[in-house]
């Protein structure tokens, strides 16, 4: 059975960090390119990073997505967190950065920034 679990998330102050795990079963991970998107209440889906299947890390602005493919994992690392990352985080398999359509989609994960 293929699946994306996220996990990670939770309640951080403003200024904190978070890392979010992205494990995949079901499918070889380091075949794919992995997306972290995220929806704000109210708002549409947005992705955050991608990274594709020969980069072990990338980093965008406050969030480094790496992955780990021995444990067939994809991490993103938050960090200075700001009540505007109030979100659920979910993590998308593709065949490429560009893609459109995803291959497979986690459930998600919520990550809160609050005082």
């Known amino acids: 059975q293929v699946q994306l679990v996220e996990s990670g998330g939770g309640l951080v102050q403003p200024g904190g960090s978070l890392r979010l795990s992205c494990a995949a079963s079901?499918?070889?991970?380091?075949?794919?390119?992995i997306h972290w998107f995220r929806q704000a209440p109210g708002k549409e889906r947005e992705e955050v990073s991608c990274?594709?299947?020969n980069f072990a890390e990338a980093v965008k602005g406050r969030f480094t997505i790496s992955r780990d493919n021995a444990k067939n994992t994809v991490y993103l690392q938050m960090n200075s967190l700001k009540p505007e990352d109030t979100a659920v985080y979910y993590c998308?398999?593709?065949?490429?950065?560009?893609?459109?359509?995803?291959?497979?989609w986690g459930k998600g994960t919520l990550v809160t920034v609050s005082s």
């Open positions: 990274i594709t299947s």
């Open positions: 079901g499918f070889t991970l380091p075949y794919y390119s």
């Open positions: 998308a398999a593709s065949q490429g950065c560009g893609d459109y359509v995803m291959d497979y």
